[in-house]
Each structure stands twice: as structure tokens, then as C-alpha cells.
């Protein structure tokens, strides 16, 4: 119950493309804010995006005009499209909801994680 469950990670060249998909129940996704974050070997756990109960959506500045969160409530999904992927964007990959946006710093629910690796 509760659970995150993403998909879509893989290998891909750098300036490549890839969608990464997390399904969870249709509760979570009305009732939460809903995030990606992503952490790479050595480094902290960063937010990517995220996007609140209304459709606003947050981005961090580095990957602000290349990624794009959506969600799609009939399925339900969340969706990060990344695009113009560089070999920095390496990294665990990981869908997150929380009650409010305001309190991502400490996600609520987790998911597994999928991998996505950018070589040169």
C-alpha cells in the first residue's frame, strides 16, 4: 500500500532521450505532490521536479527547459521526459509523493527506483 513503482530507466548517449514512468494507486496521485529526485554515486539526493494537487509544477534550474514532469490521473501516472541527457544526469532515479510541495525535503512515499545512465 502506498507503494511507487518506476519504470523506463536505461542506457542512452548523451543528448539522447528518455521517459521514466511511476504508477501508483489513484489516491496517492490526488492527494500528494508529486517528485522526482535523483541521486548519483558520491553525491546528495537532489530534487528534479516536481508538480503539486493543482498541475504547478517546480523544476531544478539545471534541468529546467530539458525535463518535463507530467501526470496522467486516468492511469494513474507521473512522467519525467528528459531530454538533451547529459553523462551529469547519471543516476538512481526515484518517484516521491508527500501531502505538500512544501515538505519534499522529507517524501512521504518512495519508490524503488530506476536507473539511468548517459554515456558519451
Known amino acids: 500500500q502506498g507503494q511507487l513503482e518506476e519504470s523506463g530507466g536505461g542506457s542512452v548517449q548523451a543528448g539522447g532521450s528518455l521517459r521514466l514512468s511511476c504508477a501508483a494507486s489513484?489516491?496517492?496521485?490526488?492527494?500528494?505532490?508529486m517528485a522526482w529526485f535523483r541521486q548519483a554515486p558520491g553525491k546528495e539526493r537532489e530534487r528534479v521536479a516536481s508538480?503539486?494537487?493543482?498541475?504547478?509544477?517546480d523544476y531544478a534550474a539545471s534541468m529546467k527547459g530539458r525535463f518535463t514532469i507530467t501526470k496522467d490521473k486516468s492511469k494513474p501516472t507521473l512522467y519525467l521526459q528528459m531530454n538533451s541527457l547529459k553523462v551529469e544526469d547519471t543516476a538512481m532515479y526515484y518517484c516521491a509523493a508527500n501531502p505538500t510541495c512544501l515538505g519534499l525535503r522529507n517524501p512521504r512515499f518512495w519508490g524503488q527506483g530506476t536507473q539511468v545512465t548517459v554515456s558519451s
Open positions: 489513484r489516491y496517492t496521485f490526488s492527494s500528494n505532490c
Open positions: 508538480i503539486g494537487t493543482t498541475g504547478n509544477t
